[in-house]
């Protein structure tokens, strides 16, 4: 037996229990789906009530490391990104009610990260995903045309524009990002939504930067990233505006 899997001596914080806890999964190699040992022999391992151990395996679970399910155990989490969107969605929509300041901070690391690998995604990018692109931009203009919210395209188009990398971890963000960004959209939207200039300009946006990758151009492609958060910043300054008193309806705009 291990020195991790020593039974524990004394009481053990709740912090090191789950330490102990997600240590246990790693030295034991599990990978994503695995069962995690039952309770009786987790309790044994580390010398807790069940109590305790539930509680552990409760906050191992609010942060996405494990899954509960109940009636068959406890198993290795495959999405630990869903949590954090939700504590980042939490925290952007609860700055709008003051300074804003946390949803502006999602904004610029989104920022970089796109900013930063659109050249990869250039370099590896395929007929196949270009032609996904202009069938998304071309469901946003005709969308557009008719004053329809662009949402779904525009997170379609960040997604596909972003496989070529090949890197789940940068999915996972992607979706994260736009888990936060939904949850912004609906603590400013109001009853008349977007106008159909807004709309516009943000398919507009989308057209000149699949033209800059067609092109092969990674430092236009990055610019044109950069400048469509502008609306996204714009639209949290006008929600920590209007949560003071006196001031108007907002507008909503594409991120």
Partial sequence: MSELAAPARGRHTMDQLQQRITDLILERGLKVGDP??????LREIFGVSRNSLREALKMLQAVGIVEIRHGYGTFVAGHPLAALGRTLEFRARLSLQSSGVAAQELVDVREALECGLVGRAIEAMDPERLERLDAIVSAMEARA?????????????????FEPIDNAILAELLTTFWQVYSGIHQSVETPTGETTEHVTDTAAAH?????????????????????????????????????????????????
Avoid: N
């Fill in 36 to 41: 995690v040992p039952p309770e009786s022999e």
């Fill in 145 to 161: 045309e008719r004053g329809e919210t662009v949402r779904v395209e525009d997170k379609d188009f960040h997604r596909v524009l």
């Fill in 207 to 255: 057209r000149a930067i699949l033209d800059a990758v067609r092109a092969g151009d990674s430092a236009a492609a990055a610019r044109l990233l950069s400048g469509h958060f502008v609306g996204i910043r714009r639209l949290i300054e006008r929600a920590t505006e209007e949560s003071r008193p006196g001031t108007g309806t907002l507008e909503v705009v594409e991120s």
